[in-house]
Each structure stands twice: as C-alpha cells, then as structure tokens.
C-alpha cells in the first residue's frame, strides 16, 4: 500500500522559512508526477508546486515562483519543499501528493491518487 508522509510544518513569522517533507513509500518517484497541494480553512485546495520526470521538469503556482522551491531524493524516496520569504497568506495544510500526469501550465487534484495526511503551516504577520 502507498503512504506517502509529509513533516516539516510549523509556525513562522513572515519572511521565515520552512522545509517540508515528504517520505513515500512502496512508490518511485521517478516514475510519477510529485506534488505539493495546500488548503486554507473555507477555501478550495490549490496546487503549489509539482515536478517530474526524474527531477527535470516543474511547475510553480505563479504566487510561489521564486520563493518556493520543490525537489526530489531519487535515492531517499523523499519529496521537498523548501519555502523562502513565507506570506500570511501562505498559512495552510499542505498536502503532498503522487500521480501519473504532469501539466506543465497548472496543477489539477483528480490527476493524484496519492494522498498524505497533510502538514500545518502557519505564518503570522
């Protein structure tokens, strides 16, 4: 059975920064899109960020580009995302997950089948 568990969260001040985690098991990395969702409390689930193909190809919500960065450990199973000069509005449950589609232009729930529990963050102003 697929897990896929993420850690990592925590409260910030704005302008901090977060790593987040995400451990899978009895799945390849290289071999699915990984992606990191959020949801705000009252608001839909949004896609944050998502790579593919090894490591080489991603996607970054316009509103994290450039602060946000994900990554991959092939060799560790493990998915990141490292988050620089965090926003108020950033404060969410972000969620990693695993799925055989990539879009290159957004991020689309019903394309991931795989789900983690999810993990807190908060930034305060």
Do not use: H
């Amino acid at each position: 059975q697929v897990q896929l568990v993420e850690s990592g969260g925590g409260s910030v001040q704005a302008g901090g920064s977060l790593r987040l985690s995400c451990a899978a098991s009895k799945i390849t990395y290289s071999r699915y899109c990984m992606g990191w969702f959020r949801q705000a409390p009252g608001k839909e689930r949004e896609g944050v960020a998502a790579i593919y193909s090894g490591g080489r190809i991603g996607y970054y919500r316009p509103s994290v580009a450039g602060r946000f960065t994900i990554s991959q450990d092939n060799a560790k199973n493990t998915l990141y995302l490292q988050m620089n000069g965090l926003k108020p509005e950033d404060t969410a449950m972000y969620y990693c997950a695993a799925g055989p589609v990539f879009r290159p232009t957004n991020m689309r729930s019903y394309d991931f089948g795989y789900w983690g529990q999810g993990t807190q963050v908060t930034v305060s102003s």
